[in-house]
């Protein structure tokens, strides 16, 4: 079959049925024989994977698939003894000095490319939940074999039977944590394939010689189970995302780049499970305890991830009451973080929000180092679904409305349909809350509960959003022991039974 062997520049590429774009310059000279050329259907982008990378992404799909083929044959405690050796290698300081050196060379890295690092260092905490994932997917029983549904007939029976999907592929961002995360799929019968991002590769590789590698011999896992794609390129996860021997693709980060990588796998055919934006949203009735909201704020903002808060919305009968409340909780988790809040003030809250927020000036911590900016500026009630990427400086919206309907209307409007907690005295609020609000997460205090292993005690791939739909036959939580099919097993009790619609055994005398 003829293959693509040069661009130039100008060419029109169609893309939609009915739209195109053309080939850059910059594209077209640094195209070669043998690279690849993607067409994301839904926005015309055109997506360049040079030769070696997509042999590099090609190659770990294989090593994964091969692994696969050999799971049906290794008993579950090979799985287990897995994850217990794994967990042991990164509890041994000899063995994760190289890991902890790996990840102080990607740091600096980092920072000297500007980047935000908040998420990059692998702390001693991050250490310690990674082992306590692991040792969690340890005690986890497996869910191979398990028979969901039996049903008997006359002679017959079939059985519903739970088993691994397949090969896994997993795209997510720079957090090293995520990577023993990943594994989790084992436990279901799956292989996984994951590229991490370029900032935290030398940590990947480290954690795959020194532990994971050496984990997977002495279980007598088959090389390949848990396959990195070593390549920095953003293009090796499009290849790995448009290999179609993936049976789920995982993709989890920023909005936009998850967007890419979804639809490069939905047009290889490739069913997706993607964890793109956050950010959380808080509402207070006109029945919000006053103290309540200022403990929920402030244990909201830790730190920033997909469950912060990030949008407060106050029915206006309370407001001039509670945001003063919202304002200690914010200024709260701000000095606990040793910095200054960020506060995005609507028109309908500004009149509750003190001048002298609009006024003062303090550093705020952001990627390129602090930034002295007010501590409150103003936003547009079409703007309430922008997802503040703070660093270190705590950073929200907030908003006035007449009822706790129409926060909810908003909030089913604008934000990603995520995170949603309403703060409450009243069980009949709380119910009308929970009808309404789109969100698979809905809460009546703090956001930050929604997190695998802090609710379900189960290290999670992802935390889903409802931004294109709900899922189908899928909870918000995926985890590895989530990622299952189910097989279909017959058990005749004797061979001479048929379909035939006049047989009889006295036909065979």
């Not at 091969?66 to 049906?72: R, Y």
């Not at 809460?443 to 930050?448: A, E, L, P, Q, Y």
Request: glycine share 8%; charged share 20%.
């Amino acid at each position: 079959m003829p293959q693509l062997q040069a661009l130039t520049a100008g060419m029109v590429i169609p893309y939609g049925g009915n739209e195109y774009t053309t080939v850059s310059a910059e594209l077209a000279s640094v195209f070669q024989p043998g690279d690849r050329l993607i067409v994301v259907q839904d926005t015309g982008d055109l997506l360049h994977i040079p030769a070696t990378v997509w042999d590099i992404a090609a190659a770990a799909v294989e090593r994964a698939s091969s692994a696969f083929a050999q799971l049906g044959a290794l008993p579950d405690q090979a799985v287990t003894d897995f994850y217990k050796a794994f967990a042991q290698r990164l509890a041994e300081n000899e063995t994760f000095a190289a890991i902890a050196d790996a990840n102080a060379d990607d740091v600096t890295a980092a920072q000297a490319k500007g980047r935000s690092t908040t998420r990059l260092v692998l702390s001693e905490r991050m250490r310690s939940d990674m082992i306590a994932g692991l040792e969690g997917w340890a005690n986890t029983p497996s869910i191979r074999g398990q028979i969901t549904e039996h049903l008997d007939h006359d002679g017959w029976s079939v059985d519903l039977i739970k088993d691994g999907v397949g090969v896994v592929g997993f795209v997510f961002e720079g957090r090293p944590n995520v990577f023993a995360d990943a594994t989790g799929v084992l436990r279901a019968g799956n292989t996984v394939v994951f590229r991490i991002g370029s900032d935290a590769l030398g940590t990947a590789e480290a954690i795959v010689e020194h532990a994971l590698d050496p984990a997977l011999a002495a279980a007598g896992m088959p090389e390949g189970s848990v396959a990195l794609v070593a390549s920095p390129s953003r293009a090796a996860g499009w290849a790995m995302m448009a290999n179609p021997t993936l049976a789920l693709a995982v993709a989890r980060g920023s909005g936009a780049a998850v967007a890419q990588l979804g639809a490069v796998a939905r047009q290889a055919g490739n069913p997706v499970s993607l964890h793109g934006t956050g950010g959380a949203w808080m509402v207070a009735g006109p029945n919000a305890p006053a103290a309540d909201v200022e403990l929920a704020v402030f244990h909201s903002l830790d730190r920033k991830v997909c469950n912060t808060l990030n949008t407060a919305c106050f029915t206006a009968d309370r407001a001039a009451e509670l945001i003063p409340s919202f304002l200690s909780g914010l200024e709260r988790a701000a000095d606990y973080l040793g910095t200054a809040p960020k506060l995005h003030v609507t028109e309908a809250a500004r009149p509750f929000v003190p001048e002298h927020w609009f006024t003062i000036r303090r550093p705020i911590a952001r990627a390129e180092g602090e930034v002295e900016e007010s501590l409150a500026e103003p936003i547009g009630t079409d703007e309430l679904g922008e997802e503040w990427e703070w660093e270190q400086s705590p950073e929200v919206t907030v908003h006035v409305v007449e009822t706790v309907d129409d926060a909810v209307r908003l909030f089913n409007e604008q934000s990603p349909r995520f995170a949603a907690s309403l703060i409450s005295s009243e069980a009949t609020d709380h119910d009308r809350f929970f009808a309404m609000v789109d969100a698979p997460f809905v809460g009546n205090g703090m956001t930050r509960w929604v997190d695998g292993q802090y609710a379900l005690d189960r290290p999670e791939l992802g935390l889903s959003n409802w931004q294109h739909g709900r899922l189908f036959g899928r909870g918000g939580v995926l985890s590895g022991d989530s990622v299952y099919t189910l097989r279909t097993r017959v058990d005749q009790e004797h061979m001479d039974i048929g379909r035939w619609p006049t047989y009889s055994t006295a036909d065979t005398k």
